[in-house]
């Protein structure tokens, strides 16, 4: 009689397979389950300090992770010289401090480190950030945040056009202004700003909730007011308030923007049998 395996016990398939099989089985006792199998383990009190001005990107980069595999917890970029694609990748807890501005691309594909930069940032900061917290002293470019799937992103002043692109998750939250198509094709999240929004803001969002404390130059396709909720200023108080933010006028009177739900449109056909049908 053949063995069963575990994945025929939680019902996942009955039939008996052979050779190497890629499924991986975890308890909630093994400490690896809450982080990467390559992940380091660091100590926040470990300070490192890294002049980037000599170096090329991948080689701040790399020096970063190097570092941590020595165990340090704390590390100070020094000199960024808004170089771009900085401090991209890292899977690991992590105190980073950045003493600059960054160029495009920075602290992207992340899921962890707490960042703080003090300066600006270009284009598509925090691009597919999975956890961890990145704020931004200063301004930010456009596409701020695109794909953002968890964390906290903050910035203190203003952002550029079309944040929050794709968004998934997480939330952002924006100190001064934004741009026009903040919000476009938003799916999940949470989306704070303080000051006033561009044209076109939540255009074609499927899902999410945008917070706009000052005046919104235009909705887009789809994107409709919504109503405060109790709920929504206890989340807004707590929220901004870890950040040491503050509505102008404060989160009662903020403005909350949800989808119409209008573009819900689905097909449970392939388009394979779509053309057998039509």
């Known amino acids: 009689m053949a063995l069963r395996t575990k994945s025929q016990d939680m019902g996942m398939h009955t039939e008996q397979l052979s050779g190497r099989t890629q499924q991986r089985f975890f308890t909630p006792a093994e400490e690896q389950n809450f982080t990467y199998p390559e992940a380091f383990d660091v100590d926040f009190n470990k300070r490192a300090e890294l002049d980037c001005g000599p170096l090329a990107p991948r080689d701040v980069n790399l020096k970063i992770r190097d570092l941590m595999s020595k165990g340090y917890g704390t590390i100070v970029l020094k000199n960024p010289g808004a170089k771009h694609s900085l401090a991209v990748g890292i899977l690991n807890k992590l105190n980073l401090h950045i003493e600059g501005s960054l160029g495009y691309f920075g602290c992207g594909?992340?899921?962890?480190?707490?960042?703080?930069?003090?300066?600006?940032?270009?284009?598509?900061?925090?691009?597919?950030?999975?956890a961890g917290t990145i704020v931004i002293e200063k301004n930010a470019g456009s596409t701020f945040g695109a794909a953002l799937r968890g964390g906290d992103l903050v910035c203190m002043g203003d952002v550029g056009a079309r944040m929050g692109i794709d968004m998934k998750g997480g939330t952002i939250i924006v100190g001064g202004r934004c741009g026009?198509?903040?919000?476009?094709?938003?799916?999940?999240?949470?989306?704070?700003?303080?000051?006033?929004?561009?044209?076109?803001?939540?255009?074609?969002?499927?899902?999410?909730?945008?917070?706009?404390?000052?005046?919104?130059?235009?909705?887009?396709?789809?994107?409709?007011?919504?109503?405060?909720?109790?709920?929504?200023?206890?989340?807004?108080?707590?929220?901004?308030?870890?950040?040491?933010?503050?509505?102008?006028?404060?989160?009662?009177?903020?403005?909350?923007?949800?989808?119409?739900?209008q573009l819900w449109n689905y097909d449970n056909l392939e388009p394979t049998e779509k053309k057998l049908i039509l």
């Open 180 to 261: 026009a198509f903040c919000g476009f094709m938003m799916q999940r999240g949470r989306m704070v700003v303080l000051g006033d929004a561009g044209k076109n803001l939540g255009d074609s969002m499927y899902d999410g909730t945008i917070y706009v404390g000052g005046k919104i130059d235009g909705l887009g396709v789809d994107a409709v007011p919504g109503e405060m909720t109790d709920l929504d200023v206890s989340w807004l108080s707590r929220k901004l308030k870890m950040y040491g933010l503050e509505a102008p006028k404060g989160v009662k009177n903020m403005q909350k923007i949800v989808a119409g739900k």
């Open 109 to 130: 594909l992340i899921d962890g480190p707490n960042i703080r930069i003090k300066g600006r940032v270009g284009w598509s900061c925090a691009e597919n950030m999975l």
